[in-house]
Structures are given as structure tokens and as C-alpha cells.
């Protein structure tokens, strides 16, 4: 067996990919998850589940005191935009003190790596091509408030212990079974399959962003974690280059479906704050772990269906 690695949110969307990878890879996996996404746990021999809130300091410590493990890939956030602007202090609680807690734990622990995801969103919305060592950071919601902040308190612990630590800036992960309330999972729960024309109601449809499948996510974060230890601080764009308008996402969704869906704007949907734009620049991260990108927007999409619809092309 390889080295144990530890995944905080690793039965959520994105960390229940990452853990069967893992697991799939020959590694033993440990996972902390307060089971607040309503997914179920990785059931695998080599995968041991705790149901753990990371704000709770203690239990966490004592976790990761038991099993010391070689890299902590750090999920476990709130990251729906609309909850962090109502429920501010409850994501902030979540996103930084439950990160500080996790910090306090490896530092006192010596786990020699970490894998850390954080957001396309902390990028200044002034830019229109975003690059980890080029573009300034400019948070622009309290979201990407908190993962700012969380680069922070990184940046602080790898300069007080001179770990191997990345940053991986994801951008907009898409794929089937997403249980958040994100743009696509909203599309296709209003489109009934029987109907001829579906009607959606969105709200900021001119918004373009960079959409990256969670295979495509979990691969490069595995990747990160399973590197050759190299100390210092890494910061990757985890996406794919190319974006797409609401609108387009729309089309190609009825493409893929053969019906025709309309748009009517919800104003109760409307983001006051929106960036109208949000694609990163990918090669950095391409380029340092000698891989590609396995899904386009249309192999992403045709998987979604698939599985939501049992759908065939």
C-alpha cells in the first residue's frame, strides 16, 4: 500500500471522484466529510469515512494525528455562491476557521504536503484571460472572500514550514449527480424529458464561464497530490481555456436533447454582482504534470445526460 492521503469533503462532488481515483491508484484513503452535500460516503477497503465537521478542531486533530498522513487535499467548503452571500458567517465560519483548524493540525502533525482548492473567482474580473503568475487577485463576493482569505493563511503556513503545497484555482466544475444548486443542475431539473419545447427560467445569461468536467478536476487534483515532493508554493488554474455563455450552455443542452428550449429571465435569479467573464489560461498546469484534459464542453454535457436521462446519442 502507498502512502495514506487524507481528503477533507471527500464524499462531496468533487471528493468522491478524487477518492476512487486514489483508492483505484493503490493509495489508502482517508476521508473527512460532514455529509452536508447529501452524497454517500467512497465505499472501499482502502477508504475510512468520518463524519466530521472541520470546524470541529479537536476530532479533526486527533484524526490526523492518528494517521499521519503524507497529503491532505483539502475540499471541504461551503462554495455555493447565493448560500455564502445569505448565510455569511456560517460559510466564512466554514471556509476559514474550518481551514485555520486544518493548518494548526498539519503543522503540529509535519504532513509533508498539501493540496488546497480554491477559486478562478479570487482573479480581479478586470482580465480577460486569467494566469496564475500574471493576473492580481481581486475577490468579488464573499465567496471568493473566503477562498482569498484561505491563500492567505497558506501562503502563511508553507513560509512558516516550507511544505509542498498547491493551490488549485478551479474554475466552473461540471457532471452528473452534482448535488449543488449550480447553473446545469438548475437547467436540466425544469426541462421535463416528454415534453417537445422546455422552458427555463435563469437569470444572468450573458455570464461566460470556463467549464471543466470533475473527472477532468479530480484527475489534475490526484496528479497534484501523487506529485514528486518539491516544497514550495505552486498555484495551478484548474480549467480548460474555453468558455461559454449561459445562453450557449442552453443551446447545446437542447442540441444534445433534439428539442428546443427558451429562456425566460427570473429576476429573483439575477446576481446583483456577476462577472461577466471568467476563463483561465490552463498550460501551466497541463505542462508541469505531462497530462491533458480527457472531456470537451460536449463530451462533458453528453455524460451529464447520460446518466441523468439514460440518454443516447
Keep these: 500500500m502507498k502512502h495514506t ?7 462531496g462532488f468533487i ?3 478524487l477518492v476512487r481515483m486514489l483508492s483505484e491508484n493503490g493509495f489508502q484513503v482517508v476521508v473527512i466529510d460532514n455529509l452536508t452535500s447529501n452524497l454517500p460516503f467512497v465505499q472501499l477497503p482502502n477508504v475510512t469515512n468520518y463524519n466530521l465537521d ?41 471556509n476559514v476557521i474550518g481551514t485555520e ?26 482580465f480577460p ?15 471568493s472572500l473566503s477562498k482569498f482569505t484561505n491563500e492567505k493563511q497558506i501562503r502563511f503556513y508553507q513560509q512558516r514550514t516550507e511544505a509542498d503545497v498547491c493551490i488549485a484555482r478551479l474554475f466552473n466544475t461540471i457532471g452528473a449527480n452534482d448535488p449543488n444548486a449550480h447553473l446545469i443542475p438548475d437547467i436540466l431539473r425544469q426541462i421535463d424529458p416528454e415534453v417537445s419545447h422546455a422552458i427555463v427560467k435563469l437569470g444572468n445569461i450573458k455570464s461566460r464561464r470556463d467549464y471543466i468536467h470533475v473527472e477532468d478536476t479530480a484527475n489534475l487534483l490526484m496528479l497534484m497530490a501523487t506529485s514528486a515532493p518539491r516544497k514550495g508554493l505552486k498555484v495551478y488554474n484548474v480549467c480548460t481555456s474555453v468558455e461559454y455563455s449561459v445562453e450557449e450552455i442552453v443551446q447545446k443542452i437542447g442540441v444534445l436533447m433534439n428539442k428546443p428550449i427558451s429562456i425566460e429571465i427570473d429576476p429573483e435569479k439575477i446576481r446583483k454582482y456577476d462577472r461577466i467573464s471568467q476563463i483561465g489560461n490552463n498550460q501551466k498546469v497541463l505542462t508541469e504534470f505531462n497530462t491533458h484534459l480527457f472531456f470537451t464542453i460536449e463530451d462533458a454535457l453528453k455524460d451529464i445526460l447520460a446518466k441523468m436521462y439514460d440518454f443516447q446519442t
Design 5 to 11: 492521503i487524507l481528503v477533507t469533503g471527500g464524499a
Design 15 to 17: 471528493g468522491s471522484r
Design 54 to 94: 472541520v470546524r470541529d478542531a479537536t476530532a479533526l486533530d486527533e484524526i490526523i494525528g492518528a494517521y499521519k498522513p503524507y497529503c491532505v487535499v483539502h475540499l471541504a467548503a461551503i462554495h455555493h455562491v447565493p448560500t455564502c452571500e445569505i448565510e455569511r458567517n456560517y460559510a466564512l465560519e466554514v
Design 101 to 126: 483548524n486544518l493548518l494548526l493540525s498539519i503543522e503540529k502533525h509535519q504532513v509533508s504536503k498539501l493540496v488546497f482548492a480554491s477559486t478562478g473567482a479570487v482573479y480581479s474580473p478586470d
Design 129 to 143: 484571460i486569467l494566469n496564475e503568475d500574471e493576473t492580481p487577485v481581486d475577490p468579488f463576493d464573499n465567496y
